[in-house]
């Protein structure tokens, strides 16, 4: 008899969670599109700054800013 080959172990071949990532891929493409709008690469061009000077530079909520920069990271 022939060994059935193993799945891939990253969820590839999950349903549940490739509904998943169906369903909350929007959030990548939306978080990517604020920073564009609050000109986020423009306000970093002459430097590293906190989630608190971009947003009082961009006048966004800070603790926004700061999880949709940490979403933007993490990709």
């Known amino acids: 008899m022939a060994n059935k080959p193993e799945p ?3 969820g ?3 349903p549940l969670q490739r509904l998943m990532q169906l369903s909350t891929g929007y959030i990548a493409a939306a978080a990517l ?3 564009v709008q609050l000109n986020v690469a ?3 061009a002459a430097g590293s700054k906190s ?6 530079a961009t006048g966004a909520n800070e603790d926004a800013l700061y999880r949709v920069l940490r979403l933007l990271a993490s990709l």
Not at 51 to 56: D, M, Q, Y
């Open 51 to 56: 989630a608190a000077e971009l947003a009082g």
């Open 33 to 35: 599109y604020t920073a």
């Open 42 to 44: 423009d306000q970093l």
């Open 8 to 10: 891939p172990r990253d």
């Open 12 to 14: 590839a071949h999950n």
